[in-house]
């Protein structure tokens, strides 16, 4: 296997690997470090291109000269601090009511994706970013959430989606200073990634620990625990800031304060040249103690940060790495920020790594994890690989965290919207018939098509660097359209009908669209339209049709009063009943309607019709006999008759009566029998009454004419031996 190019792209120096990969171990064969002549890059980005450019062919070169091999390609990083992560919450009307498709969703996945972006809160994003990574957190349809929607039916859908995105502007600075270099990169890492990954082996992370990468312009922070690493940091404090304070303090240019604060390792002083060209001496202790506000406001900024990862808690141990970390005293600051004992936090040196065999000296260093890290992630295939495809002819690079290259990345990253991907439906007609809402829907749409090296295939197909994609964008389904006729049909009064003495008899409609009359039914019906469709159709319109002599219908008015109260009633001859119900001839009729229509089967009004009228049912009416009380009057049953009674011009009359014209209708019930001698009274017997010696028994006691009496009581009368008889 060719060796593998490593380039880390600092934003004080540049180095360059070329590491041979092994079973066993990796093995550095040659390296080459530059360091940029001029601030070229800040806070770990590349500023100004061409300055930046020319270290990197320098690299280069010396490597190309120490191996003999032609390099075009590196392995490289970006700092922690370029990429922005959002967040987005997206509803989705689905607009039909079918399964979903993961097709379907695949395109809703890319519109929350193109939200997130939109809603990055971050300038540098403004020219566009790089997905480099997204994850659906959450589905919900129709407010329930579920794991997975595919094949469910639903009206809205909503996602939640988190992702990772890279600013073009950041990578598109760097690649142009690889491209002024000859070079163009081969994979892409994440620096504090590279870094903790090589520092921090597998058996500690089970340790709660913080690593903290310090270079010039940044401070990357990483976390584990558990095993694994739990989360990422990064502030914008770091070496940079401890030269420009010994710059202020010495009134020097930064590159000789860059030089001073590098010859603090040492114990002699550091000879440094002025801004007269004279050279001076300046004292380590004096340099430190004049780095003590720069070391101490380092150390807070990174100590909160490490808090804020472990939710207020300090880690057990803190490992430092990176150039900005060889500062003496930087890891008695931090401690004491943490609140953590002095040899709880101290330098990783890149020599205790696992991953290479016998370093060169020059990167046992602490400086020296990040390359090594860029390195190691490349071979272990960890990096953000590159690819290039080409979408409709034309040329889309991208980068994806899952490795893999899949038809969805290649057309996320040439921009296609979700409406190229899934045929929205036709818009739907929306009408209100008889008052009602009714939809008339569109049609479905037409799928995207997708073409890889000419043949069909799937979103989800894995793509290989260099393949071509035809993309065929999705067609929206035809509106929804039906005319009256249509409408009509769907509510089944296109042939509206009722039943005329069991046979089926067809019904006129009066049909208006938004008020006005339509005699064509086939117009189409518009959007948001009033349809009314109503029966012209009368009892009478109805028995003219089926050709019934309406002249020869007889109705009159019957006047009576019941209880001294005027009711007015009607006889005929014939009977017009609609649904079980006498009706009148002006009654209308609707479709399903049921007619009964019979001439000469007239009716007279009764007395019970009356009665009716004057909401008294007749089934509480009692019959002759029904609702009295009996006695056992000496041994036999006698009624004392409490019925209601009817008379009609004076005369008692049963509730099955004919009514007469101006008939004196009047209802009768008696109080009930209270005593003995108002049920002798009833029974006809009041000469008993008054018999002298009458002797009177109550349900075998001894009684008198007003003890009282109730239903079902057994009365014995009987006179004294010598009384005549009643």
């Not at 929804?480 to 003495?501: I, M, P, T």
Request: hydrophobic share 45%; with cysteine.
């Amino acid at each position: 296997m060719d060796p593998l190019f490593a380039l880390d792209v600092g934003t004080r120096k540049v180095c360059g690997l070329l590491v041979e990969p092994g079973e066993n171990g990796h093995r550095v064969l040659h390296y080459a470090i530059r360091e940029h002549p001029g601030r070229a890059m800040l806070d770990g980005q590349v500023h100004i291109i061409a300055p930046a450019a020319r270290v990197l062919a320098q690299v280069k070169e010396e490597l190309e000269r120490k191996s003999g091999l032609a390099l075009d390609q590196a392995h490289v990083a970006v700092a922690g601090r370029n990429l922005a992560t959002s967040r987005a919450t997206v509803k989705f009307r689905t607009g039909h009511g079918d399964p979903l498709q993961r097709q379907e969703l695949a395109a809703m996945e890319l519109q929350a994706v193109r939200e997130a972006r939109l809603s990055l809160d971050d300038p540098r994003a403004s020219a566009g970013a790089y997905c480099v990574g997204y994850h659906v957190q959450a589905t919900r349809l129709d407010g329930e959430a579920l794991l997975s929607l595919e094949g469910h039916r639903g009206a809205e859908v909503e996602m939640d989606v988190i992702a990772t995105f890279l600013p073009k502007r950041a990578l598109d600075a760097l690649q142009a200073a690889l491209r002024g270099a000859g070079l163009s990169p081969a994979s892409l890492t994440l620096e504090p990634i590279a870094a903790v990954n090589l520092a921090v082996p597998e058996e500690l992370r089970r340790l709660n620990l913080a690593f903290v990468d310090v270079g010039a312009g940044t401070s990357d922070i990483a976390l584990t625990r558990a095993g694994r690493v739990e989360s990422f940091a990064m502030v914008p404090v770091a070496g940079d800031e401890a030269t420009e304070r010994l710059a202020d303090a010495f009134v020097l240019g930064f590159m000789q304060a860059e030089a001073l604060k590098r010859g603090l390792t040492s114990e002699e002083d550091v000879v440094v040249t002025d801004l007269f060209g004279s050279r001076r001496g300046i004292s380590g202790i004096d340099a430190l103690r004049e780095l003590g506000p720069a070391q101490r406001h380092w150390a807070a900024e990174v100590a909160a940060a490490i808090k804020d990862l472990g939710k207020g808690q300090a880690p057990q141990a803190v490992l430092l790495a990176g150039g900005g970390s060889l500062l003496p005293g930087c890891e008695h600051w931090l401690a004491d920020a943490l609140g953590l004992p002095p040899g709880r936090v101290g330098r990783r040196p890149a020599k205790l790594q696992q991953q290479f065999l016998s370093l060169p000296p020059d990167l046992e260093s602490a400086w020296a994890v990040t390359p090594l890290g860029i390195a190691a992630s490349a071979l272990d295939k960890r990096g953000l690989p590159f690819a290039h495809f080409q979408v409709n002819g034309q040329w889309v690079q991208v980068l994806n965290l899952g490795q893999g290259f899949s038809a969805f990345d290649a057309l996320l990253a040439s921009g296609k919207d979700r409406v190229q991907f899934f045929g929205k439906p036709g818009l739907a007609v929306t009408y209100r018939f008889n008052g009602a809402e009714r939809v008339a829907k569109g049609d479905l749409g037409r799928a995207c098509r997708l073409y890889v090296n000419g043949a069909e295939a799937p979103l989800e197909a894995e793509l290989k660097d260099g393949d071509s994609l035809t993309f065929v964008d999705a067609q929206p389904g035809p509106d929804g359209r039906l005319s009256v006729a249509d409408a009509l049909a769907v509510e089944g009064q296109d042939a509206s009908a009722c039943v005329f003495n069991g046979a089926s008899q067809p019904l006129p409609l009066e049909v208006t669209v938004d008020g006005q009359p339509v005699r064509d039914l086939n117009v189409p019906l518009p959007d948001r339209a009033r349809l009314e469709a109503r029966p012209r159709a009368t009892l009478r319109r109805l028995l003219e049709d089926a050709g019934v002599d309406l002249g020869g219908l007889i109705q009159r008015d019957v006047a009576v009063t019941l209880d001294s109260e005027p009711r007015l009633l009607s006889q005929r001859n014939y009977r017009l009943r609609l649904n079980q119900e006498e009706a009148s001839l002006d009654a209308p009729v609707k479709p399903g309607d049921d007619v009964v229509f019979e001439l000469g089967a007239g009716f007279q009004e009764r007395v019970r019709d009356l009665l009716a009228l004057a909401q008294v049912p007749a089934a509480e009416l009692p019959a002759p006999d029904e609702g009295a009380w009996k006695v056992l009057l000496n041994g036999q049953w006698a009624s004392l008759d409490l019925a209601e009674r009817v008379f009609m011009n004076g005369r008692e009359v049963g509730t099955e009566e004919f009514l007469i014209d101006g008939a004196d209708v009047r209802r009768e019930r008696p109080e009930p029998c209270r005593s003995v001698g108002e049920a002798l009274r009833r029974l006809g017997l009041s000469a008993w009454a008054h018999a002298p010696r009458l002797r009177l028994r109550l349900n075998g006691r001894e009684a008198g004419l007003d003890s009282p009496l109730r239903d079902g009581d057994a009365v014995d009368l009987s006179l004294l031996q010598g009384s005549p008889h009643p």
